[in-house]
């Protein structure tokens, strides 16, 4: 009989981090595939990158893909010379997101090497289905090839519209529109100001926030009994900012605060009734996104100073119609009390991911979704999951065969995006399937 096999749709940092737990585990010979449309594990949509300029949010210290090596992205970065080729090698700095690309692909390079004991499969492929049988499952490619396997993960990471080529045919004093002033925005702002654009650059959102930047923190103690779980979001929010007000007193920073309450974001959004969940995504998503995803100093230094010198305008308001006029486009834009009319070169989609995954065509939890395998949660904001990360069906049962991870569980676990909560997770989820495995016969 075949030894089992796992079988991972994603070759994100999500599925390459499980893919290593999963080989790691000792006294284990299950074998891994993974499912990847793109040529190089590790290129989400973070990762893809090739600009320097593109850096991770967090520092250094916390970006290990390991939990039980804190230290192993600093290392990696130590004995590769990259951290010193960069400049960061540094446990406080931030380091380009090509290199983050780079580490994740090392995590798997022994398993793939000709001295490998051929336990981990790549399938250059793309997955659109996945169905349970009373073998196990079978994974369908966009190819029409079929594969079977004992369990299958579902780890494609977020999803986005299709990215237009942005700086293609753009002459370099067009006017260009931002839609979304995240992260998405600075990252488009640095690279055109790389490029030597020189056009005004205006990005509007319905609030018109920016990421707030990182500075050095002091995270604040806090336990879980300090925290008013199960509080409605308004309680909640008078809380935080009670603590942030006691901790600006002693000379702290809200940073301290909200580092402080990391470990325990999870457990808050568990603790939230259903009505309260929805309050937050719709009132107080977007502030909270703005202090808790922050900037490097060196992408908050460029995005100021390309407002200081007026090439970058920060608008509120809310895109009305967008109308092509031979090679640009004409865009209607209300901001309170006012609608106008503005002539640009290109308009940027940056609107972030979609968090409804049915909006998607050919995406693969979609496709789950619509035939019932799979159901998203009540917001619409991820799958529904089981506490061990198994789907849940339309009908309500708990697959026994397929599970998820990473971003797209985020609607059970809201914090779900970061590498030090993804690791965690895939921790936990790799000993749930090698336990889900071990009544199962192997080779001789």
């Known amino acids: 009989m075949n030894r089992p096999r796992i079988l991972i749709a994603g070759g994100g940092a999500t599925g390459v981090i499980l893919a290593r737990q999963l080989l790691s585990i000792p006294h284990k010979q299950f074998k891994v595939t993974i ?13 893809s990158t090739n600009e320097p300029l593109h850096l991770l949010n967090t520092r250094v210290s916390v970006m290990s893909a390991l939990h039980d090596k804190p230290d192993d992205f600093q290392a990696w970065l130590g004995t590769s010379g990259l951290g010193r080729d960069h400049d960061c090698d540094d446990a406080r700095s931030f380091a380009p997101r090509m290199l983050y690309r ?37 994974a369908t490619m966009a190819s029409g090839r079929t594969e ?3 369990l299958g993960v579902l780890a494609t990471g977020h999803a986005l519209a299709e990215p237009e080529a942005t700086q293609i045919g753009l002459s370099p004093q067009a006017d260009v529109l931002i839609i979304g002033t995240g992260l998405s925005m600075v990252d488009e702002v640095i690279s055109l100001r790389k490029a030597g654009h020189t056009g005004k650059i205006t990005a509007l959102s319905r609030r018109g926030l920016l990421p707030r930047p990182h500075r050095l923190t002091t995270p604040v103690k806090l336990d879980l009994a300090d925290i008013p779980l199960g509080a409605g979001v308004p309680f909640l929010l008078h809380w935080l900012r009670q603590t942030i007000r006691w901790t600006e007193a002693k ?10 309450l990391r470990p325990f974001n999870m457990a808050i959004w568990q603790a939230l009734p259903q009505q309260s969940r929805a309050s937050f995504v719709r009132h107080a998503r977007t502030l909270w996104e703005v202090h808790r995803h ?16 007026g090439q970058l305008t920060i608008i509120r308001g809310r895109v009305m119609g967008v109308d092509k006029v031979g090679d640009q486009y004409q865009v209607t834009i209300k901001t309170r009390g006012n609608e106008s009319r503005r002539i640009f070169g290109r308009v940027i989609d940056c609107m972030g991911i979609i968090r409804d995954l049915r909006a998607l065509a050919g995406n693969l939890p979609a496709a789950l979704v619509e035939d019932g395998t799979a159901r998203m949660d009540p917001l619409a904001i991820g799958l529904d999951i089981a506490p061990n990360c198994a789907i849940i ?11 998820a991870a990473g971003p797209l569980t985020r609607a059970g676990l809201w914090e779900i995006t970061a590498i030090p909560d993804i690791r965690q997770q895939c921790a936990s989820l790799a000993q749930t399937l090698a336990e889900k495995l071990e009544n199962i016969p192997q080779n001789a």
């Open 251 to 260: 000379g702290g920073d809200w940073r301290d605060v909200l580092d402080g």
């Open 294 to 309: 922050r900037l490097p100093p060196k992408s908050d230094a460029i995005i100021r100073q390309a407002q200081a010198d």
């Open 393 to 403: 069906a339309r009908s309500g049962v708990i697959s026994e065969q397929i599970f």
């Open 148 to 150: 079977l396997a004992t």
């Open 35 to 47: 499912v990847e449309p793109r040529e190089e594990l590790g290129s989400g949509i973070a990762y």
């Open 102 to 138: 780079l580490y994740l692909q090392s995590l798997l390079a022994p398993w793939l090497e000709s001295s490998g004991d051929g336990r981990l499969q790549i399938i250059q492929d793309r997955c659109v289905h996945m169905s349970a049988i009373k073998a196990g499952v079978v």
